[in-house]
Each structure stands twice: as structure tokens, then as C-alpha cells.
């Protein structure tokens, strides 16, 4: 039997997910606990499932254990780390260093031997995005209860068994050590004395080395791009936004995020203070759980859009109301203080912005849902957080003088729109999109 998932492991560990049907095949097959004692036994099925991902079991595995229980093990929450090196296979946005096909099947090939080296290993199911009706299965396999501890808490909890139904689960591999073989793979350097963590959006695997796990803000950010394909093709569109719930409205908002870390006043109405979120014909979810319940739950679909943007010259007003076409105009642009950030969004992606602009179009037309513009300045300053819950609330009371588009300071700042987003993607923006 160990011949045969040896022979598994070396063949995921080289080949595509596509591939290992046969691997998946077994697991559904083999799916049955062997004893309710978790320290203990561990399935068949759950053997063949991590063999088909290149890990060989060699004494034992603990699978989706409680946070008490591995505390018991020796799981401690480390510091927080940030800066932790990220690189990403498949990102159209370029925020992130690359890494080849070749580099990243041969760390793989590394990691894998590495875990199937260890006595005893960690797997941890969960999933991310609110609501089964439309989220990514998550597997995390690991040498180190620390990590699989801290990673939980970034995942939405699942039923034990509902990975192994799922065609596509995104893998994991968090690895505590690191070897000078690893590290040398993407080049020599101290920014990798602490680990680093790459990701490869086309195998649905990210790998941790060393202390990664321990800087959520770069493994969300590895996520996101990871899941959006899943997503996607569930009938979602993940956006880089934020719920909230605010005078009983679910509202989709769209701001920088240094805005949105500043205005402490609307946390309490989001629904997840991570960016990330998820619309649908059957309704809304957020990708990451930061309150206290990490139970998943389907939210409804947004019954408005805010789009956040700030401006000194007077051009954009307080509040006004947008158009289908206006509000993914503006999202596209994602201007704020001078610059611009397509859709909002700076981390890796493998998602166009111009695509993503013309899906939030369709989905605002299609739904004949209400958009506005906010401006987070006022007379060259920013507005505090009640001057913007203000605001928000004026925005969703629907009666609200639509944007502007006349006069010498609106010309001035629809030039620089202009003038940014045909340098960014040409003359080729939908007609219906405008100022």
C-alpha cells in the first residue's frame, strides 16, 4: 500500500490537477472514517486524497482538529509578521514578483518530500467565501500546529466530509523549516530568512516556508487570487469590496484602503473588515471570517453600491448618484488623491480590470442596482468618520442629484480619466462606460 501512494505522491507532486482523477476517484471511494478517534486513525480515503496532492502519510495524520486540541499539541499564536516575500504564478496585475511553471513544480517536488519526511502531519479543511452556494474548499496540510491554527481562523468552517465532494479544492502546504535547496530555488537574499510563500493560480496550491503563515495580510492576498477562477466559475464575481449591512440595506463598497482602515466608525457595520467579496444571482458573501462567528451563512444580494473616491478639486461632489455605466467607470479608475488603482485593487490577481469593470456593469444593470459616488475629501481635507457615515447614510436615502459632468474642474479631472485609462487599456472601454 505505501509503494502505491509513494507512486501517487511523485506523480501529483509533477503532474497537473487534472491528472489526478484516479486519485480523486479513490478518495470518494474511500471517504469513511476507520475510528472516531482522531489522534488516533485516519481514513483510507484521506491517505489517498493527500498522496494524490504528493504527501506520503508516514505515521500519522490529525485531521481538522479543534483549537483547544492543538493547543494541546503545542500550537501557540505567534507574532504577526508582515513584509513576508509573495510570489505568484498567473497574476495579470504585476503588484508581485512571478515565479515559473518550471521553479514552482520543483519546489513543490521539495515541500512534498519534506512533509512526507515528517512522523506526524496537520490537515485542516475549511473554505473560503461565506456561503456553500458559492465558496472555494481549502485544504491545509502542514508540519506545524501553529500554522494550521493560525490558517483556520482565515477559513470558513466546513462539514468534515465536504471537501471530498468538491472538483476543485485549492491546497496549502505550510512547511515550519527551511532548507537551503528551497530557498535557493527562487534565488539567493535575506528577504527570505524568514520564509516566503508562493503561489501557483493555476494548480489552486500555495506553498508556506518558515514563518509565512504567520502574515495573514500576504496569505489572504495569495487566496483571493487563488479562489477568484473557483468562483468565477460557481457564477460568483469576486470583487475586491467590502459588505456592510447599514439601516437594513446590504451595501457593496468600493474605497481605498487606506480609507477604509482610517474610518474606524464602519467597521462595526461590515461584515468582514478584509476586502473581498462575492456577488451573485443567489445573493452576496465576503471571502474572509473576522468576526467572531466562522460559521458560513448566504447574505442577500446588495441592494446598493457605493463607490468611494477622493478628490480635492471640487470636481466630484460630497454625494451624487451614478449610472450603471458611470459607477463601473469609476470603479475601473479607482481614483484617489491624485493617482489611480484599477478596480481598487493592488495585490495579485488573475483577473483583467477592464473584465472585472464590464462584469460589475452587467451585474448593476442586470439588477437595476443603485450606485453613488462618495468623496472622502472636503475642502482639501479628509472627512472624519461620522462626516462619512453621514454621508453613506444621505447616499442611501435615493434622493441624490446625479454627477456632474460639465464645467472647467470636472473637464480638468475627466481628462486625467481619460487621458489614465487609455494609456492603461486603450481605446477599447465599452460605450457605456463614462464620466
Same mark, same amino acid.
Given at each position: 500500500?505505501?509503494?502505491?501512494?509513494?507512486?501517487?505522491?511523485?506523480?501529483? &507532486?509533477?503532474?497537473?490537477?487534472?491528472?489526478?482523477?484516479?486519485?480523486?476517484?479513490?478518495?470518494?471511494?474511500?471517504s469513511?472514517?476507520?475510528?472516531?478517534?482522531?489522534?488516533? @486513525?485516519?481514513?483510507?480515503?484521506? %491517505?489517498?486524497?493527500?498522496?494524490?496532492?504528493g504527501?506520503?502519510?508516514?505515521?500519522?495524520?490529525?485531521? %481538522?482538529? @479543534?483549537?483547544?486540541?492543538?493547543?494541546?499539541?503545542?500550537?501557540?499564536?505567534?507574532?504577526? /509578521?508582515?513584509?513576508? $516575500?509573495?510570489?505568484?504564478?498567473? #497574476?495579470?496585475?504585476?503588484?508581485? $514578483?512571478?515565479?515559473?511553471?518550471?521553479?514552482?513544480?520543483?519546489? =513543490?517536488?521539495?515541500?512534498?518530500?519534506?512533509?512526507?519526511?515528517?512522523s506526524?502531519?496537520?490537515?485542516?479543511?475549511? &473554505?473560503?467565501?461565506?456561503?456553500? @452556494?458559492? #465558496?472555494?474548499?481549502?485544504?491545509?496540510?502542514?508540519?506545524?500546529?501553529?500554522?494550521?491554527?493560525?490558517?483556520?481562523?482565515?477559513?470558513?468552517?466546513?462539514p468534515?466530509?465536504?471537501?471530498?465532494? #468538491?472538483t476543485?479544492?485549492l491546497?496549502?502546504?505550510? +512547511?515550519?523549516?527551511? *532548507?537551503?535547496?528551497?530557498?535557493?530555488?527562487?534565488?539567493?537574499?535575506?528577504?527570505?530568512?524568514?520564509?516566503f510563500?508562493?503561489?501557483?493560480?493555476?494548480?489552486?496550491?500555495l506553498?508556506?516556508?518558515?514563518?509565512?503563515?504567520?502574515?495573514?495580510?500576504?496569505?489572504?492576498?495569495?487566496?483571493?487570487?487563488?479562489?477568484?477562477?473557483?468562483?468565477?466559475?460557481?457564477?460568483?464575481?469576486?470583487? $475586491?469590496?467590502?459588505i /456592510? %449591512?447599514?439601516?437594513?440595506?446590504?451595501?457593496?463598497?468600493?474605497?481605498p484602503?487606506?480609507?477604509?482602515?482610517?474610518?474606524?466608525?464602519?467597521?462595526?457595520?461590515? =461584515?468582514?473588515i478584509?476586502?473581498?467579496?462575492?456577488?451573485?444571482?443567489?445573493?452576496?458573501?465576503?471571502?474572509?471570517?473576522?468576526?467572531?462567528?466562522?460559521?458560513?451563512? =448566504?447574505?442577500?444580494?446588495?441592494?446598493?453600491?457605493?463607490i468611494?473616491?477622493?478628490?480635492?478639486?471640487?470636481?466630484?461632489?460630497?454625494?451624487?448618484?451614478?449610472?450603471?455605466g458611470?459607477?463601473?467607470?469609476?470603479?475601473?479608475?479607482?481614483?484617489h488623491?491624485?493617482?489611480?488603482?484599477?478596480?481598487?485593487?493592488?495585490?495579485?490577481?488573475?483577473?483583467?480590470p477592464?473584465?472585472?469593470?464590464?462584469?460589475?456593469?452587467?451585474? /448593476?444593470?442586470?439588477?437595476? +442596482?443603485?450606485?453613488?459616488?462618495?468623496?472622502?475629501?472636503? *475642502?482639501?481635507?479628509?472627512?472624519?468618520?461620522?462626516?462619512?457615515?453621514?454621508?453613506?447614510?444621505?447616499?442611501?436615502?435615493?434622493?441624490?442629484?446625479?454627477?456632474?459632468?460639465?464645467?472647467?474642474?470636472?473637464?480638468?479631472?475627466?481628462?486625467?480619466?481619460?487621458?489614465?485609462?487609455? *494609456?492603461?487599456?486603450?481605446?477599447?472601454?465599452? @460605450?457605456?462606460?463614462?464620466?
Amino acid at each position: 500500500m505505501l509503494g502505491v501512494l509513494r507512486r501517487a505522491a511523485l506523480a501529483a &507532486a509533477s503532474s497537473p490537477a487534472a491528472d489526478l482523477r484516479q486519485f480523486q476517484c479513490a478518495y470518494h471511494r474511500s471517504s469513511e472514517r476507520l475510528s472516531p478517534i482522531r489522534d488516533q @486513525e485516519v481514513s483510507y480515503g484521506l %491517505n489517498w486524497a493527500i498522496a494524490g496532492k504528493g504527501v506520503i502519510v508516514k505515521d500519522k495524520v490529525l485531521h %481538522n482538529l @479543534e483549537t483547544s486540541e492543538l493547543q494541546k499539541g503545542g500550537a501557540t499564536y505567534p507574532d504577526f /509578521l508582515s513584509g513576508i $516575500p509573495l510570489h505568484v504564478r498567473g #497574476d495579470v496585475i504585476g503588484g508581485v $514578483p512571478g515565479v515559473s511553471k518550471a521553479q514552482f513544480a520543483k519546489l =513543490l517536488k521539495l515541500v512534498t518530500f519534506h512533509l512526507s519526511s515528517i512522523s506526524c502531519l496537520y490537515v485542516q479543511d475549511g &473554505a473560503i467565501g461565506s456561503s456553500a @452556494e458559492c #465558496d472555494a474548499k481549502v485544504r491545509v496540510i502542514s508540519d506545524n500546529p501553529s500554522a494550521v491554527m493560525l490558517l483556520s481562523n482565515v477559513l470558513w468552517k466546513i462539514p468534515d466530509r465536504a471537501i471530498s465532494h #468538491d472538483t476543485s479544492p485549492l491546497t496549502i502546504y505550510a +512547511t515550519s523549516s527551511i *532548507s537551503n535547496n528551497v530557498k535557493t530555488v527562487l534565488g539567493s537574499g535575506t528577504q527570505y530568512a524568514n520564509g516566503f510563500a508562493v503561489a501557483d493560480i493555476e494548480r489552486s496550491s500555495l506553498i508556506l516556508c518558515g514563518k509565512a503563515f504567520a502574515d495573514s495580510a500576504i496569505v489572504k492576498d495569495a487566496l483571493t487570487a487563488m479562489t477568484a477562477p473557483i468562483l468565477s466559475a460557481r457564477g460568483g464575481l469576486p470583487v $475586491p469590496g467590502w459588505i /456592510l %449591512n447599514f439601516g437594513g440595506s446590504t451595501v457593496l463598497l468600493f474605497a481605498p484602503v487606506e480609507i477604509m482602515m482610517s474610518c474606524v466608525e464602519i467597521h462595526n457595520a461590515l =461584515l468582514s473588515i478584509d476586502c473581498g467579496a462575492v456577488i451573485s444571482s443567489k445573493g452576496s458573501t465576503v471571502l474572509f471570517p473576522t468576526k467572531a462567528s466562522r460559521e458560513q451563512k =448566504l447574505l442577500t444580494k446588495p441592494t446598493a453600491v457605493i463607490i468611494v473616491s477622493s478628490d480635492s478639486s471640487g470636481a466630484i461632489p460630497s454625494v451624487c448618484k451614478l449610472s450603471p455605466g458611470q459607477a463601473a467607470y469609476h470603479f475601473l479608475a479607482g481614483y484617489h488623491d491624485g493617482k489611480f488603482v484599477p478596480a481598487y485593487n493592488r495585490a495579485p490577481s488573475p483577473a483583467d480590470p477592464l473584465a472585472l469593470a464590464s462584469s460589475l456593469f452587467s451585474h /448593476l444593470k442586470e439588477d437595476d +442596482t443603485p450606485s453613488y459616488l462618495i468623496n472622502a475629501k472636503h *475642502s482639501g481635507k479628509y472627512i472624519d468618520g461620522n462626516g462619512f457615515m453621514k454621508l453613506l447614510k444621505l447616499a442611501l436615502s435615493h434622493d441624490l442629484p446625479d454627477i456632474k459632468t460639465e464645467g472647467s474642474r470636472v473637464g480638468e479631472l475627466k481628462g486625467k480619466y481619460r487621458s489614465f485609462l487609455s *494609456s492603461k487599456f486603450g481605446q477599447c472601454l465599452p @460605450e457605456e462606460f463614462s464620466f
